[in-house]
Antibody, heavy 120, light 108 residues
């Protein structure tokens, strides 16, 4: 089964762009067998789906974040990336990457998560 | 957007007791509903998918039921490791995947 690990800056200034990567191991991100998602969780609160992409397919974003978010795949590095622009304190959260296989269609597995704090 | 409402927000039970968690959808999600377990400092883990199927490695004490708008996650006899937060999630609308607000199962 694939394994996922997020990485990126833990602190971002307001109005800047949050950038995270998710390294995929145990499988190829370009195999076509998975949808690749980003999900975030406000500290102590619930889960919010950000969006997903799939190799040589489209991307779909949460309408509440549309216009600020970009999810992309880098096949040369076997990794997924997230960019969220014009961040505010409300974007402070733990950010997870997760995979949905074409067979199971649910979020499994997940990465361990990366805490991003938006603060000046 | 399909809104998922979980109840209760907190469930206080003792080990060995039965836990019954509810998830209600604002419109029919058919059986396109999953349950996840999250422990402090960890990512969520898939427990139940398509309303009633246990994910790989999930003990038989976990069961899911329901269809349409009303779903239930039952833990037949709570083990110490089951005290956690549980979330439901729908995928009927693939363009707007949503989660419920969660139910915390705590030790009484």
């Amino acid at each position: 089964q694939v394994q996922l690990q997020e990485s990126g800056p833990g602190l971002v200034k307001p109005s800047q762009t949050l950038s995270l990567t998710c390294i995929v191991s145990g499988g190829s991100i370009s195999s076509g067998g998975y949808y690749w998602s980003w999900i975030r969780q406000d500290p102590g609160k619930g889960l919010e789906w950000i969006g997903y992409t799939y190799y040589r397919g489209g991307t779909h974003y949460n309408p509440s974040l549309k216009g600020r978010v970009t999810i992309s795949i880098d096949t040369s590095k076997n990794q997924l990336s997230l960019k969220l622009s014009s961040v505010t304190a409300a974007d402070t959260a733990v950010y997870y990457c997760a995979a949905q296989s074409n067979v199971l269609n649910w979020f499994d597995p997940w990465g361990q998560g990366a805490l991003v704090i938006v603060s000046s | 957007e399909i809104v998922l409402t979980q109840s209760p927000a907190t469930l206080s039970l003792s080990p060995g007791e039965r836990a019954t968690l509810s998830c209600r959808a604002s419109q029919s999600v058919y059986i396109h509903l999953a349950w996840y377990q999250q422990k402090p400092g960890q990512a969520p883990r898939l427990l139940i998918y398509d309303a009633s199927n246990r994910a790989t490695g999930i003990p038989a004490r976990f069961s899911g039921s329901g269809s349409g708008t009303d779903f239930t996650l039952t833990i037949s006899s709570l083990e110490p490791e089951d005290f956690a937060v549980y979330y439901c999630q729908q995928r009927t609308n693939w363009l707007a995947l949503t989660f419920g607000g969660g139910t915390k199962v705590e030790i009484k």
